[in-house]
């Protein structure tokens, strides 16, 4: 069955640095999504992305917030100067038509800011 | 004001005893209403998309049903791999999902 492939599970990094979460959603998909989800919290939508451009993005996504699609598989979410409070798994999702029936997830990054 | 809400928080069962994991939300501008199982440590799998009042989804021991401001997921005959959190999202026009806080379903042998 396809799946979408996050790297790595588990990424350790200090405070002010810059992070790059992988995603590698299912070939024929064409929308794209990233969420976090802060430990013990609900899971909260960030971006979504359609077309080589953000389609919706949430209030969490702010400036320090970045993704691309710099190749064909790819897809990408970058966090420029990482905060203590961006500590959380984050999940990247797919689907094939955006109506959101058949949306896969990813199993997640764990991103730890120390 | 939450727009998607759960209960209960948590749910212990003897394998083989029924029950009923409720979500309620908000109405206005609802798209879709989705269920989803979550394994610790793991991504939301999906589960269940109900679209109006009266739907209702099966597979396996779970079904779904959906009213004007409620979905139930309903377990039967529950196992211990039935065990996770069993979250529901409600998909709204101009915000993409908003997901409740999950039920923490625990089945017992």
């Known amino acids: 069955e396809p799946e979408v492939t996050q790297t790595p599970s588990h990424q350790v990094t200090q405070m002010g640095q810059e992070v790059i979460l992988r995603c590698v959603p299912i070939?024929?998909?064409?929308?794209f999504y990233w969420y976090r989800q802060i430990l013990g919290q609900k899971v909260e939508f960030l971006v979504s992305?359609?077309?080589?451009?953000?389609?919706?993005k949430s209030e969490i996504f702010d400036d320090q917030f970045s993704v691309e699609r710099p190749d064909g598989s790819n897809f990408t979410l970058k966090i420029r100067s990482t905060k203590l409070e961006d500590s959380a798994m984050y999940f990247c999702?797919?689907?094939?038509?955006?109506?959101?029936?058949?949306?896969?997830f990813g199993s997640g990054t764990r991103l730890t800011v120390v | 004001e939450d727009q998607v809400t759960q209960s209960p928080e948590a749910l212990r069962l003897q394998e083989g005893e029924s029950s009923s994991l409720n979500c309620s939300y908000t109405?206005?501008?609802?798209?879709?209403l989705f269920w989803y199982r979550q394994d610790p440590g793991k991504g939301p799998e999906f589960l269940f998309t109900?679209?109006?009042a009266g739907e209702e989804k099966e597979k396996e021991r779970l079904k779904a049903t959906l009213t004007k401001k409620e979905s139930f997921l309903h377990i039967t005959a529950p196992k211990p791999e039935d065990s996770a959190t069993y979250l529901c999202?409600?998909?709204?026009?101009?915000?993409?999902?908003?997901f409740g806080p999950g039920t923490r379903l625990s089945v017992l042998p």
């Open positions: 999702a797919s689907s094939r038509d955006g109506d959101n029936y058949g949306y896969t």
């Open positions: 070939s024929n998909h064409l929308y």
């Open positions: 992305f359609y077309n080589n451009e953000i389609s919706e």
């Open positions: 109405v206005s501008g609802l798209r879709g």
């Open positions: 109900l679209y109006s």
């Open positions: 999202a409600a998909y709204y026009y101009g915000q993409n999902f908003v």
